[in-house]
């Protein structure tokens, strides 16, 4: 997998949280969804999450899904969500950073990423942004199999 372009991080997010970027895998590879793993750019110095979602869960025209993860020490973090088709390419992302324009927790909203809302987690444990992330993937692939192809 190669490691997606850097979100909007600035410095002040600091170095990525190794730790919860292997818990964040651990609960990945346990997703039937999820087809493989890996780190960018090696398991020995993450800095990214590579998820690879199967895409057996989706409608056949959907070629492609991942997801790719960065988390920092300072619980900052960015995750994004990118899905082709043929000739589209539909993508969200959940960030939580220092920004000038929104927010530090927004959501950059599909289909390309472009429109920004401002976001409140309940909490930033790991654990239940993953959840929350994932609740909000399982109802895109419910509507993609409610969509007339």
């Known amino acids: 997998m190669n490691l997606p372009p850097a979100a909007s991080p600035t410095d002040a997010t600091g170095p990525p949280d190794r730790q919860t970027l292997r818990l964040l895998e651990r609960h990945l590879t346990k997703e039937s969804v999820v087809a493989d793993t890996d780190f960018e750019p090696n398991t020995h110095e993450p800095r990214c999450l590579c998820a690879l979602l199967d895409t057996a869960y989706y409608p056949e025209l959907v070629e492609t899904a991942r997801l790719n993860i960065r988390w920092f ?16 390419r539909w993508e969200c992302r959940w960030d939580r950073h220092p920004d000038d324009h929104n927010a530090r927790e927004h959501v950059h909203q599909p289909p390309d990423g472009s429109e920004v809302t401002d976001v409140s987690f309940p909490t930033l444990h790991p654990l239940d942004v993953y959840s929350t992330v994932c609740a909000a993937l399982e109802q895109r692939r419910e509507t993609l199999w409610g969509t007339d192809q």
């Open 73 to 88: 020490m300072s619980d900052d973090f960015s995750i994004h969500y990118v899905e082709t088709t043929a000739n589209n």
